[in-house]
């Protein structure tokens, strides 16, 4: 099993990002994924979760609105588009994948994660 996580960087305040997570080695499909970020000093926290199965999709409340996770089961891949990006968005984002059917946002139902990739929004 494999998730590459892409495309953070370095953005000011107001600005957008696109993350991307390749998966490889299950079937995709079948699988909920999320998306979960952690800041020096703080908990590893869910920031959005989409399940494959059904579609449901899940929002922390401090990204509700700016924030879009979308799944493409026919490339393996799930994104999340991140839209008027706050410095308190600075963090490592991860990808991880779970056998959940629905979407859930505990970490601990996540048997998959990835190496996560820097996200930094300057005031």
């Known amino acids: 099993v494999q998730l590459v996580e892409s495309g953070g960087g370095l953005v000011q305040a107001g600005g957008s990002l696109r993350l991307s997570c390749a998966a490889s080695?299950?079937?995709?499909?079948?699988?909920?994924m999320g998306w979960f970020r952690q800041a020096p000093g703080k908990e590893r926290e869910a920031v959005s979760v989409?399940?494959?199965?059904?579609?449901?999709?899940y929002y922390a409340d401090s990204v509700r609105g700016r924030f879009t996770i979308s799944s493409d089961i026919a490339k393996n891949t799930v994104y999340l588009q991140m839209n008027n990006l706050k410095p308190e968005d600075t963090a490592v984002y991860y990808c991880?994948?779970?056998?959940?059917?629905?979407?859930?946002?505990?970490?601990?139902?996540?048997?998959?994660w990835g190496r996560g990739t820097q996200v930094t929004v300057s005031s």
């Open positions: 991880a994948a779970s056998t959940m059917a629905i979407a859930v946002s505990t970490p601990e139902w996540y048997e998959h």
């Open positions: 080695g299950f079937t995709f499909a079948h699988y909920c």
């Open positions: 989409v399940s494959n199965n059904d579609g449901q999709t």
